[in-house]
């Protein structure tokens, strides 16, 4: 019965958390401009060294992007065709400078 009960309690506060919850831009990454590059524009660069490119954008940032801005992201992987061709295509869910 405890168990019954644990688990109808964990089903019922997981289905209660706010959805911005997933929104937490909680992956440190640093903006490079690759601008110079052929068909690129600004990637993410992430701690551990891996690049992003910047397909979509959710929303429109309040600020400018900047090469070497430090700056939180959440963001989706999406199949994409790409001229640029330096890492995964992502849509950036959230970003917000650190």
């Not at 929303?59 to 070497?68: A, I, V």
Request: hydrophobic share 45%.
């Amino acid at each position: 019965m405890k168990i019954v009960l644990l688990v109808v309690s964990l089903s019922l506060f997981l289905s209660c958390r706010n959805e911005d919850d997933a929104l937490l831009c909680d992956e440190k990454a640093t903006l490079r401009d690759f601008t110079g590059f052929d068909g690129c524009a600004y990637v993410l660069v992430l701690d551990n060294e891996e690049i992003l490119e910047i397909g979509e954008l959710e929303f429109e940032p309040d600020f400018e992007f900047s090469d070497g801005l430090r700056v939180s992201v959440t963001y989706e992987e999406f199949s994409s065709a790409s001229i640029c061709m330096i890492g995964p295509m992502v849509r950036l869910l959230c970003i917000e400078l650190i």
